[in-house]
């Protein structure tokens, strides 16, 4: 170990210190720049160019964005604004147009006049999409001219040059993500849709096309590959179709508005009879799921403006108050806040610290809100109702809390019959398997390796959370093993540091009642103990459909085209040879060899790993598929049953 320290010692010099040039630190650590190189990120490449161009509509030049996938996979992001300058930039002696595209922190977003407010705090976007792609071009039409340039990872192939002449105004970037940087190349044309969807909503009236041009899209004429977003409604619409699910309980969306200085603000929100609280937050256009300074003006002033209400129509009595949760159950908003200083926390733009939009925010929800409900005293008292009815059913839920303590020892540690916990301590190194049904959760537990797999037997289906109160959660007969075995309470109490397993599998049958437990499961876990989801504590276990027998040899498949596939190898160079193939009906048909080897071992099984992905979009589809409307269900059901496999009715 000494010969070793003073060897790398004697080698640490100047030449050891390595200056990463031009857009080399890009490539070098991409992840820093644009989150991973997963499918997160190269879907950040399309977001950070929209945003450039979204940016251009603040400012008030741009009234179009299309935005098309192309075969090979390649994008084109078109727009109707400015256009990017293209005479030289004084520090560089460069045309600009080049400095974008190849310097970092290089834009027209630091003071220069050249936007008020902006989303592209750190002038990085287009030059770190430039350095990840294979090949992009980009094309302004701008003073009568067409100019073009093209780069290749980053580096500059072709001159900026004149290539024609236009009487438009205007930037198209094409680009080609370099399949050196990302793990995977293939738009999802959905995760695109949502976004721009979401940028559609956030600028009223500015018109955002998406085309889905790969041939394979052409394949599948059922399923749609264009869309075109207007919403004159901004933000309104935005709340509507948050609540499409769901039943409002005002028609009306209630909005509010307000202007201070350099920095404005908007918030629509309205009430459904659910019992779920969405609020989705934005600062310049920019998504902050971490809420933030602007978040917490309009909860402080929400509670505030209903208590002072209910107090003066006498609903509520002097001394009594209605809690900031109970005044958000059932209810869905949007605030978007637009300033010209914005100070997030880090590149990822995941909250906004700054203190005077709270202030902002607060300001114009007191005073608007309160005219509102002043003129509109029957939405005024059915908001109040509904969060009266909140506050006794968390009055009745902390009761119900304390009883779950009590009967289930979790005070002294007890922990529920039905679990059998395993030896390890370390919750990083332990996992459990939540098992559909006392025969499965036997051969589980017999197969599974006690060291570190606990096993917790679930029988019969289980509370559907979405259409139940709090109070009527903790008191449920089948949930309250699981929220013991989980060990890290639920709701306001859930405390995801006391969590006693980092990996939470949920293991059911591949048929439809294993599916609507694993979805009852899930939102439970989605509405009262998400951030198991959000750290990647849930997986889906992964059974075999098929067990495939020729003589001594068995093997296993999980498809019908690994069935196909392992049926065509077991019978060789004998194509009439007899391979018997058996359909596995459930998980109790396995004993306990069969269930560790194909399911439980960590060497050989699958997991499918549970992620939020959308937040907003998951919250519509358990609303849909769990709520109480019936109409929306049934045509999402018929729209995608065409993709349903190996379903046993």
Known sequence: MTDLTEKITQEYDASQIQVLEGLEAVRKRPGMYIGSTSS??????????????????????????????????????????????????????????????????????????????????????????????????????????????????GVKTQDMRIIGDTDRTGTTVRFQPDGLMFDELVYDYETLHTRLREQAFLNAGLHISLTDERPESAEKPEAQRSAEMCYEGGIREFVRYINRSKTPLHPEVIYVSGVRADSEAEIALQYNDGYSEVIVSF?????????????????????????????????????????????????????????????????????????????????????????????????????????????RAREAARRARESIRNKSGLESGGMPEKLKDCNERDPALCEIYIVEGDSAAGSANQGRDSRFQAVLAMWGKMLNVEKARADKIYKNEKLQPVIAALGAGIGEDFNVEKLRYHKIIIMADADVDGSHIRTLLLTFFFRYMRPLIERGYVYSAVPPLYKLTRGKQQRVAYSDAERDKISAEMRGDNPNAKVDIARYKGLGEMNKEELWETTMDPEKRTLRRITLGDALEADQIFSLLMGEEVEPRREWIERNAQYVVNLDI
């Open 283 to 391: 600062a310049n256009n920019i998504h902050t799921p971490g809420g933030g300074m602007h978040e917490t003006g309009f909860k402080t002033a929400l509670t505030r403006v209903l208590n002072a209400y209910g107090r003066r129509i006498g609903i509520l009595k002097e001394g009594d108050s209605l809690s900031g949760e109970d005044c958000r159950e059932g209810m869905s908003a949007i605030i978007s806040v637009k300033l010209t200083e914005p100070q997030f926390e880090g590149q990822t733009k995941d909250k906004l610290g700054n203190s005077e939009m709270r202030t902002l925010v607060d300001s114009i929800l007191q005073e608007k809100l309160s005219e509102f409900l002043e003129e509109n005293p029957a939405v005024g008292r059915a908001i109040l109702e509904k969060s009266m009815t909140a506050s």
């Open 40 to 153: 997160s990120g190269l879907h950040h490449l399309v977001y950070e160019i929209v945003d450039n161009a979204i940016d251009e509509a603040l400012a008030g030049f741009c009234r179009h964005i299309s935005v098309s996938i192309e075969p090979g996979n390649s994008i084109r992001v078109a727009d109707d604004g400015r256009g990017i300058p293209v005479d030289i930039q004084e520090q560089t002696g460069l045309p600009a147009l080049e400095v974008v595209y190849t310097v970092l922190h290089a834009g027209g977003k630091f003071g220069g006049g050249g936007y008020k407010v902006s989303g592209g705090l750190h002038g990085v976007g287009a030059s770190v999409v430039n350095a990840l792609s294979e090949w992009l071009e980009v094309e302004v039409h701008k003073n009568g001219h067409i100019y073009q340039m093209r780069f290749a990872r």
